[in-house]
């Protein structure tokens, strides 16, 4: 899953791509390095965050670009129902959601779609949610929030082959909840829907390394490896190309 984030200020690429045409030559040349899926964004979600956009503006930046990419597979990743309703009906496949469908009418919306939906842990809100995370069991409790949403969707009219899960890599979460979530990957396996990871740039990779946002390819190919040799089925990356490669290696040792 490629990420084009049509926002003036996302963590790793905020600005870049709010010009509509350079939303769609990215989310082209990403589809060509391989990406499978195309994730939209329009609303930043980087810890801090503090202005909510509006659905009008979240549409007037998502609309021209979705349009123009209507023949690829998209995501859009938003946590509003109006944003949902209307990039499902504009044509988008999937929708990423850091809420999990937990906005009063989500659950609705996506069961009068045949979409693919993607349920997102994340502890607290993005403008709080890194300020003091906690949790008893980080695994067990994310685990059971995703069984609980999985169930929500399901018991709403949402079959579960259209579901994905998503533990929320730094979505409320310190380095070791981070690291602890990322070593036990495989036991969300039981949840029987397919595992989406994220960990494309983030800060807790800087801790690990000390290096920039725009300094982390190689720290984000080694986490989204590991990733999916924990059993994630999508990796959410900015860096298609070189993350297609490592996958390839993995790929190859697997078919030996
Ligand atoms: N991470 C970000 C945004 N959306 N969705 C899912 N399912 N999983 C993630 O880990 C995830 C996500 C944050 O990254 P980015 O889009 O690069 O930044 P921003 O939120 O600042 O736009």
């Known amino acids: 899953m490629g990420v084009v984030n049509v926002t003036p200020d996302s963590f790793s690429d905020g600005g870049r791509f709010l010009d509509p045409a350079a939303a769609v030559a990215h989310a082209r040349k ?23 956009v509006s659905a009008e503006e979240e549409l007037r930046r998502l609309l021209p670009v979705l349009r123009e990419l209507r023949d690829l597979p998209l995501s859009v990743d938003t946590v509003k129902p109006e944003v949902m309703r209307v990039a499902l009906a504009e ?9 999990a469908l937990r906005a009063p009418g989500a659950l609705a919306v996506l069961a009068a779609s045949d979409a693919a939906v993607c349920l997102m842990h994340m502890q607290g809100s993005p403008g709080i949610m ?8 980080v695994v067990a409790e ?6 609980e949403r999985i169930a929500g969707a399901r018991a709403a009219g949402i079959a579960a082959e259209r579901l994905v899960v ?30 989406l990871a994220g960990w494309s740039r983030k800060s807790s990779l800087g801790m690990i390394t000390g290096k920039r946002a725009d300094e982390r390819l190689a720290a984000s190919i080694a986490a989204a490896l590991i990733a999916a040799q924990n059993g994630a089925a999508i990796l959410r990356v900015h860096d298609v190309a070189a ?8 790929a190859a040792v697997r078919e030996a």
């Open 30 to 52: 990403l589809r060509e390095e391989g990406a499978d899926i195309i994730d939209l964004g329009a609303e930043s979600s980087r810890p801090g965050a503090a202005a909510v």
């Open 91 to 99: 044509g988008a496949a999937m929708i990423n959601d850091i809420n």
């Open 130 to 137: 890194q300020q003091d995370p906690r949790y008893d069991d």
């Open 142 to 147: 994310v685990k059971a929030f995703l069984q």
């Open 166 to 195: 998503d533990p929320g890599f730094g979505f409320g979460k310190t380095l070791e909840h981070n690291l602890e979530l990322l070593r036990c990957l495989g036991e969300f396996a039981a949840l029987g829907v397919p595992i």
């Open 243 to 250: 993350t297609r490669d490592a996958l390839l290696v993995l």
